[in-house]
């Protein structure tokens, strides 16, 4: 399959979970990549077991709140593959639940940084190349968080409804440059992230009874990231086996 034959995707948090499983699938696709992540023993891992597949891929350890790392993750990727087709800002922290009144001002910022300002100041990095080759396409996770409340904590649920915020934003205003820009919204998906809390929680209120792995996320993102999804953009695409349809 070559759904995404020779496009060169930067994927962040690609060292674990659901970025890695993109990664992967990108990989099945054809797809060249840029394994970008702060875990740098982890994305080596990844890359290695993705060269293996025949691909060809670049690591670039990145903490995504420092902006000077994010530019030297475009101009390596750029000098490296000459082009970027697919931004898929994919790394993100959870803030376990925890209320506005317990919130504080440290972690409402760190959780702001890597969920909300990260994407900003990477896709302004990565727009300028995407409007001159007049095409593109940025793939934002969100969370169902994004949509209702009581599905993280204050900062997360705060950050996650401000990237799909962001997300209509960005397709609103360079749609007419030829790139797509939509969000995914998972619902609870086992990672890492969530491996703790799954151990305990039902899925009763979730109509197909069950949680979401992360195959099935990084299927979506390859429609996205592929041609087939040319006409595409500002959607806010839910991935939650119904959660938030009842
Ligand atoms: N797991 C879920 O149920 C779920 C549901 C909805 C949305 N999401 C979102 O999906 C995305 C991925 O989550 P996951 O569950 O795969 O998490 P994960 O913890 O398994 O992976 C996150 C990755 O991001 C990297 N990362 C964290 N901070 C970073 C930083 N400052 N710089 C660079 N890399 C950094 C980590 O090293 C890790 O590899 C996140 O944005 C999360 O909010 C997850």
Redesign the pocket.
């Known amino acids: 399959m070559s759904r995404l034959k020779d496009k060169v995707c930067i994927i962040?948090?690609a060292?674990?979970?659901?970025?890695e499983a993109e990664a992967f699938a990108f990989a099945t696709q054809g797809a060249k990549l840029v394994i970008?992540?702060?875990?740098i023993e982890?994305a080596q891992q990844v890359a290695d077991k993705i060269r293996q597949m025949g691909n060809e891929v670049l690591v670039v350890q990145?903490?995504?709140?420092e902006k000077t790392q994010l530019e030297n993750l475009v101009q390596t990727t750029l000098q490296h593959f000459g082009r970027i087709d697919v931004l898929l800002n994919?790394?993100?922290?959870?803030d376990k639940y925890i209320n506005s009144l317990d919130t504080s001002e440290q972690l409402w910022d760190l959780v702001f940084n890597?969920?909300v300002k990260s994407i900003f100041n990477l896709s302004n990095l990565v727009l300028p190349h995407m409007i001159e080759q007049k095409s593109g396409a940025i793939i934002n996770?969100g969370?169902?968080?994004g949509l209702v409340a009581k599905m993280g904590g204050a900062s997360y649920t705060a950050s996650k409804h401000a990237v799909l915020g962001y997300t209509k934003h960005l397709a609103a205003e360079y749609g007419k440059f030829g790139i797509k820009i939509n969000a995914i919204c998972?619902?609870?998906?086992r990672?890492?992230?969530?491996a703790e809390m799954l151990k305990t929680r039902p899925t009763d209120k979730i109509p197909l009874d069950r949680f979401g792995e992360v195959n099935e996320v990084a299927d979506l993102a390859i429609f996205l990231a592929s041609d087939e999804a040319q006409f595409m953009s500002g959607a806010c695409i839910t991935i939650d086996g119904g959660f938030t349809s009842i």
């Open positions: 962040t948090g060292a674990s979970g659901m970025g970008a992540d702060l875990n982890s990145v903490d995504i709140t994919n790394a993100g922290i959870f890597i969920n996770i969370s169902i968080a998972p619902g609870t998906i990672t890492p992230m969530t």
